[in-house]
């Protein structure tokens, strides 16, 4: 069973930088493909980016390219999303996703508001 935790939202300043992390525990971290995706609140769920399960390759949502990282820490068991440049429009609960072939894990989601 995988259970996924995300921390590191909060209330930021347009302009300013969170950084959220999302800690994994089953097996194989190695295994899975790794993603956040973001509700604002009235809208569906956006893919935010991805992560291979190599770490080689990384995908991002057109809205937060150049802007966001999303990056794994194998020794931690962890995919940390770096937020740069936030934006009003960035406000959302971000959620971590753990994706294997024919399954994906969800976390609980982690609240982010940035304040214009």
């Known amino acids: 069973q995988v259970k996924l935790v995300e921390s590191g939202g909060g209330l930021v300043q347009a302009g300013g930088s969170l950084r959220l992390s999302c800690a994994f525990s089953g097996t194989s971290f190695s295994s899975y493909a790794m993603g956040w995706s973001r509700q604002a609140p009235g809208k569906e769920r956006d893919f935010v980016a991805a992560?291979?399960?190599?770490?080689?390759?990384?995908y991002y949502a057109d809205s937060v390219k150049g802007r966001f990282t999303i990056s794994r820490d194998s020794a931690k068991n962890a995919v940390l999303l770096q937020m740069n440049s936030l934006k009003p429009e960035d406000t959302a609960v971000y959620y971590c996703n753990a994706a294997v072939t024919g399954y994906t894990y969800w976390g609980k989601g982690t609240l982010v508001t940035v304040s214009s």
């Open positions: 992560i291979s399960w190599s770490g080689d390759h990384t």
